[in-house]
């Protein structure tokens, strides 16, 4: 089945603990993302990845780096996570053409106390 | 820069009612555009997507939208409701940003039907 995956679905920690997010998928896709969801704020883009080893920031990167080692995954991280970076994360594929739809995980929801 | 709009936060329409949901871009060619809909607790499916040829497209569910050119305009309806379309839907748009296809989203309605 054409998925992608994201773990872990719910996390809770502390202020300054780094923690890391995984996304994989198994559909050979070229564009990976990450988006943050916030009430009233809709998606907004913090990372995304073109192909292996090609990564660009999205229009809110501070706080957050990314890799892409493999074309199956993208994790997020979360160097020393802070609590305005609770929220509810998504990750999300597609092929390279723009004008494919993205195909998104079931999201972890993140509370940094 | 693009931006996209959803106007309505909530919407409350009864069970066999109509909808429809505005949305709204600024942008000055053709950009794809795109519905999709998040049922709680779960992430984002695609419903429809435009991005040339009939203004009016049907998706999945019996969703259809109309891009209209004239008003910067990509509404959502339905004819009828059912209870299991109650859940946040989201606009969005895609556009040519530095060699890749960037998609904005806009800040999504929360459709509520009551029986």
């Known amino acids: 089945e054409a998925q992608v995956t994201q773990n872990p679905r719910y996390l809770i920690t502390v202020t300054g603990k780094k923690l890391t997010v995984t996304c994989s998928q198994n559909m050979n896709h070229e564009y990976m993302s990450w988006y943050r969801q916030d009430p009233g704020l809709g998606l907004r883009q913090i990372y995304y990845?073109?192909?292996?080893?090609?990564?660009d920031k999205g229009d809110v990167p501070e706080g957050y780096k990314v890799s892409r080692k493999e074309k199956r995954n993208f994790p997020l991280i979360l160097e020393s996570p802070s609590p305005n970076q609770t929220s509810l994360y998504f990750c999300?594929?597609?092929?390279?053409?723009?004008?494919?739809?993205?195909?998104f995980g079931s999201g972890t929801q993140l509370s940094v106390l | 820069a693009q931006s996209v709009t959803q106007p309505d936060i909530h919407i409350t329409v009864s069970e066999g009612a109509s909808l429809e949901l505005r949305c709204n871009y600024s942008?000055?060619?053709?950009?794809?555009l795109f519905w999709y809909v998040q049922s709680p607790g779960q992430g984002l499916q695609l419903l429809l997507k435009?991005?040339?040829?009939?203004?009016l497209v049907q998706g999945i569910k019996g969703f259809e939208a109309e891009f209209k050119r004239s008003q910067s305009s990509f509404n959502l309806r339905k004819p009828s409701v059912h209870w299991s379309d109650a859940a946040e839907y989201f606009c969005a748009v895609g556009l040519n940003s530095g060699g890749y296809q960037k998609v904005t989203f806009g800040t999504g309605t929360k459709l509520q039907v009551i029986p």
């Open positions: 990845s073109m192909n292996v080893e090609v990564t």
């Open positions: 435009y991005f040339s040829g009939d203004t």
């Open positions: 999300a594929s597609r092929p390279a053409q723009g004008r494919e739809k993205l195909f």
């Open positions: 942008y000055g060619a053709t950009p794809y």
